[in-house]
């Protein structure tokens, strides 16, 4: 690739020529000669080839052709704009990126709706969300892997911010024989039949999710994988009640009501892992995911 022929300085004058209806004009917004915006612009049609401007009276009006390659040039001059202002966001500490640990629990559509409001503020900002489970998030906030967590209980000597309680319910397919008792379910009816559990994402000390008295278990990854097995008419499941309201609306799935637990409920709690090291991206995310449960 050869060697562009013009610079960002002079697509800025054009521009600037063109925003403000003249080169006198440009020339005091700028605080430069109109003789040397008159330069600019004449070296850059020279440079390209073309006719960008013509002067009509006292005002300069785009060529057909300058019209287009002035579009694209906005393009160019604000995305070098962005990276400046990013470049002066990191000197200042304006973190590159977040690692967010997400309680599988948490409704992930909050953490969008904070992500969407952090987007149009977030200087370039990558985001990593990890989905994680019980001890698995709780060694990523011991471990200060992550920059905001998402957890249940968090581990001690680590201050959290509550954020909500989730409630679980029992649930099965309507076709699942437990679906057809209608007293109150005990352990031993419970236990004798396929449940559901979600595994535990921790590497040192796992956990399986929930209620384990069941002789067949089959262990998965999130509720999404479990509620496509219930679809299919096998096993039980405690499932957040967000992710499974619809489907009981619809008759699609079948509430469960187990003796002395017909549903259940876990608090959700905002932990900053390394609070004296945290950043101004990390603040601003943080009071954002804060605000969803105000």
Partial sequence: MGQAKSTLEQWRILQAVVDHGGYAQAAQKLNKSQSSLNHAVAKLQSQLGVSLLEIKGRKAYLTE???VLLRRSRHIT???????????????????????????????????????????????TRIIIIDSVISGTQELIESEQVDIAIAGTPPQRYLAEPLDHVE????????????????????????????????????????????LKAEQRWTVSNFHEAIAILDKGLGFCWIPAHLVTEKLNRGELHQLNLQGSSHRRAALNLIIPNRDQQGPASQLLEQLILAQHK
Wanted: charged share 25%; aromatic share 6%; glycine share 6%.
């Fill in 65 to 67: 052709t300058g019209e």
């Fill in 78 to 124: 604000r995305s070098v704009q962005d990276l400046e202002l990013l470049a002066k966001s990191l000197e200042k500490g304006w973190e590159p990126t977040l690692i967010i640990a997400r309680e599988i629990i948490y409704p992930m559509e909050k953490l969008i709706d904070a992500l969407a409001l952090f987007e149009p503020q977030g200087r370039g």
């Fill in 168 to 211: 679980f319910l029992l649930v099965c397919h309507p076709s699942h024989p437990l679906a057809s008792r209608l007293e109150p379910l005990d352990d031993q009816t419970l236990a004798e039949h396929l449940q559901l559990v979600i595994k535990d994402t921790g590497q040192m000390v796992r956990t399986d999710f929930g209620w």
